[in-house]
């Protein structure tokens, strides 16, 4: 493992770090301009540990469901299903479940808190048509979460009734 390295080059202070060598040689990131050595060190960190997260830049428990779902849509959805499905997708993302589960972290949506959603869906009069879409969106939508993206655990969101009326 490498680690981040300062310099003074002239009057100011520069960091660089080794990264993936490429035909047998080595190479570096830098950056200079840094006024103090303790300033240079700094970025240079921040910078290594991006670099090291491979671009992943957030933390996945820290994403908000509107976030997650905005993803998922453009990385699944669009390579996946038809331009129909994904407008109509949209539309019950947008009237029933943002307005409910979006303000919510990926994390915190737990299968009682889904099925609570459900059930007050089912209570408002809500069509059964309508209600068994929004349901697969939730199930497709989280499965893809857990699997193969793995930003949750594996929690069994499929299991998810809707309760007779």
Known sequence: MS????????????????????DGKRKYESKSGF???KEAYAE????KAKY???????????????DYLDYWIELYCEKNCSKTTIYSYQKRIRLYILPKLGKYSI??????ALQEFMNNLVASGMSRNTITDIKGILSNSLSYAVLPLQYIETVSYTHLT????
């Open 3 to 22: 680690k981040v390295l300062t310099d003074k080059r002239g009057t100011k202070w520069r960091y660089r770090f080794q990264i993936a060598s490429s």
């Open 35 to 37: 006024a103090t050595q």
């Open 44 to 47: 240079g960190v921040k910078a």
């Open 52 to 66: 090291d997260s491979t671009g992943v830049i957030f933390h996945p428990k820290e994403m908000s469901f509107k």
């Open 107 to 112: 994390h915190q949506l737990t299968p009682a």
């Open 162 to 165: 809707l309760p007779t009326t």
